[in-house]
Nanobody, 126 residues
Framework: VQLQACGGGLVQARGRLRLSCTNSGRTFSGSAMGWFRQAPGKEREFVAALRWSGGRPYYADSVNGRYTIYRDNARTTIFLQMNNLKVEDTAVYYC????????????????????WGQGTEVTVSS
């Protein structure tokens, strides 16, 4: 699994961006894929994730209602549509994949994700 994220950039507050993450390696057949972010001087935090088999996505409270995670039908790319962006959304965004099936749901812990993309920077100006 080789993840490549792109779509970041500079946007004004209340603007929108769409990030994408494409798997260019072997077919991913694991549990979940998602997005994390890390702002300067802060810990990496969970943003959103979805089960690869389908079902309701998970969102961090801070982005719920503004962000939407979804994948393409070919199951090679996931997207993160970010609307109504805020200055506090500024961070490097990473896509990640979790190989382990978790019966109880989707992990929001970065430690549980096995594969990571290189990160794409999002800067929101006021």
């Amino acid at each position: 699994v080789q993840l490549q994220a792109c779509g970041g950039g500079l946007v004004q507050a209340r603007g929108r961006l769409r990030l994408s993450c494409t798997n260019s390696g072997r077919t991913f057949s694991g549990s979940a894929m998602g997005w994390f972010r890390q702002a300067p001087g802060k810990e990496r935090e969970f943003v959103a994730a979805l089960r690869w088999s389908g079902g309701r996505p998970y969102y961090a409270d801070s982005v719920n209602g503004r962000y939407t995670i979804y994948r393409d039908n070919a199951r090679t790319t996931i997207f993160l549509q970010m609307n109504n962006l805020k200055v506090e959304d500024t961070a490097v965004y990473y896509c990640a994949a979790d190989e382990t099936y978790r019966e109880w749901g989707i992990s929001t812990s970065a430690d549980d994700y096995d594969y990571w993309g290189q990160g794409t920077e999002v800067t929101v100006s006021s």
